[in-house]
């Protein structure tokens, strides 16, 4: 069966030429298609009614892509087909809806401003100098994605998850990261002013030279994470977290935090004389 659903994709496909990652992409969607056709097996069907009721379930993304007016000709001018970036967000709707995956793309530059994109999943993706700002992304996947340069400014990222990510150079200013988790993520020149942390967590990740100035961090966490000169100068900790995290070299002049946290850092040795206990 997928050979067959593989030339299903091939068919459909076939008016748009060799857009940009249409391999990629292709392989997602049959990956996607081969789970909803197992699952109506398993519901019973037969081979011929599984594999209509599949197909039949590809319909939204056909009809977006339907749009995507992509010609091989290398002579055709730009203003006759819609932007690759226009198209990439067609399609990352569509997918929303169908449930399906877009890992392993390349979307480098790419214009996803503005756009629902609750559940997406982008592990393994190339998305360097991409625009997510003002996007929902609530429980988003980034697993071992390329992020850096990207801005997220005013995205809400609630229940997302960075894992092996690179988002150096990365904005979140003004993003909701209400229990977003970060893991093993390289945040070097990231930038988090006026960033919601609620619930926020952190882990094995380096925050180097990172600034939370005058922020105010309530149950955040910091687990096993690098925070060397990073700064919190002025910012106010609520039942903040620093397991098995160096924060020697960490700046909390001005800092107001809870006696519990006071007492956390204190035994890990940080510089607290210019701490604020509340």
Do not use: W
Request: net charge negative; charged share 25%; no cysteine.
């Amino acid at each position: 069966m997928e050979k067959q659903l593989k030339d299903f994709l091939n068919e459909a496909f076939k008016p748009y030429g060799n857009f940009p990652s249409r391999t990629e992409v292709e392989q997602e969607l049959l990956a996607n298609l081969l789970e909803k056709f197992n699952n109506f097996k398993e519901q019973g069907k037969s081979d011929n009614e599984a594999y209509q009721l599949t197909t039949d379930s590809f319909g939204d993304v056909s009809e977006i892509m339907a749009e995507v007016r992509y010609a091989p000709q290398e002579n055709t001018s730009e203003d006759e087909h819609l932007s690759v970036h226009k198209a990439l967000r067609q399609a990352f709707k569509a997918a929303r809806k169908s449930h399906s995956k877009f890992a392993f793309t390349e979307l480098k530059q790419s214009d996803l401003s503005d756009t629902d994109l609750t559940g997406a999943d982008f592990s393994f993706s190339s998305l360097s100098e991409s625009n997510f700002e003002g996007s929902v992304l609530t429980g988003a996947l980034f697993r071992a994605a390329d992020l850096r340069d990207s801005s997220f400014k005013k995205a809400n990222l609630t229940d997302a998850t960075f894992a092996g990510s690179d988002a150096q150079n990365v904005s979140f200013h003004n993003a909701n990261l209400t229990n977003t988790q970060f893991k093993a993520v390289s945040f070097k020149g990231a930038l988090f002013s006026s960033a919601v942390l609620d619930s926020t967590k952190f882990s094995h990740s380096d925050l180097s030279d990172v600034s939370f100035e005058g922020m105010t961090l309530n149950g955040t966490s910091f687990n096993g994470t690098s925070l060397k000169n990073t700064s919190f100068k002025n910012a106010v900790l609520n039942n903040v977290t620093f397991h098995h995290s160096d924060v020697k070299h960490s700046i909390f002049d001005g800092t107001a935090m809870d006696k519990v946290t006071y007492a956390l850092l204190k035994g890990a040795k940080a510089k607290l004389d210019k701490a604020i206990v509340k």
